[in-house]
């Protein structure tokens, strides 16, 4: 076990470096040497050996035979296709939250989109890729369904190194506030079909911001 009470060594390696990758700290294309990506996230040898197994299989990693583990490339035609499957997972997530979702997740949600203005407001980048992350996988839970959690917390690591791309836009940081600020309101109100809408809205904007930096 790590100081991380709980976590497995395994756990912990695949964290770090699924934080690596969706930060962009490790570029798409680029070549790893394991070796390197031990000493740069403090694990061992088994434990990345795992977690690159685990995020290949997530399609954040390639492992290419005889040539060694690569960062997964981004093309806008795989950005694309990824919103539109994001399209229809999360506005059915938004729909099963809003017929479950009580005052304290409101107020959990509330908080991590306030932390996550801060952390805008610090530029910091890291930071505010993690509290949305957290903010997504805690609608995620809300809508009380293991399999469409396991699926989108898959798709948004995916979207999350597009979305890195797309942070140096003037606005674009305040637009995501909002949009968080519009799911939130509309998940109060118990209103499905307004908390769809919001969520289609926030992943029609990363389109739009994505296409605008592409």
């Known amino acids: ?3 991380e009470a709980g976590v497995s060594l395994n756990e912990l390696a695949y964290r770090r ?4 990758l969706v930060t ?9 040497n394991t070796a390197q990506v031990m000493n740069d996230l403090d694990m061992g040898r088994t434990p990345i050996n795992q977690a690159i197994h685990r995020l ?3 399609g954040l990693l390639q492992v290419i035979p005889r040539k060694g583990v690569m960062v997964s490339p981004l093309s806008m035609d795989d950005a694309l296709e990824l919103i ?5 997972n999360e506005m059915l997530c938004m729909r099963l939250a809003s017929q479950k979702i009580t005052e304290r997740q409101i107020a959990t949600l509330t908080e991590l989109n306030r932390q996550i203005e801060a952390a805008s ?9 993690t509290l949305d992350h957290e ?4 609608l995620a839970q809300i809508a009380g369904n293991n399999m469409l959690a396991d699926i989108l917390s898959v798709l948004h690591a995916r979207a999350q190194r597009f979305w890195a791309s797309t942070l140096s836009r003037e606005g674009h940081m305040r637009e995501v506030i909002d949009e968080h ?18 969520a289609q809205a926030h992943i029609l904007s990363f389109r739009t911001a994505l296409l605008h930096d592409g």
Do not use: C, W
């Open 17 to 20: 470096f699924k934080q690596a």
């Open 181 to 198: 600020r519009a799911i939130i309101a509309a998940l109060a109100a118990q209103d499905s079909a307004a908390a769809a809408e919001a």
């Open 1 to 3: 076990m790590t100081e």
């Open 56 to 58: 290949a299989n997530e």
């Open 135 to 138: 903010f997504h996988q805690e």
């Open 121 to 129: 407001q610090e530029r910091d980048r890291v930071r505010m890729m």
């Open 84 to 88: 539109e499957v994001r399209l229809a």
């Open 24 to 32: 962009l700290s490790y570029k798409p294309g680029e070549y790893l």
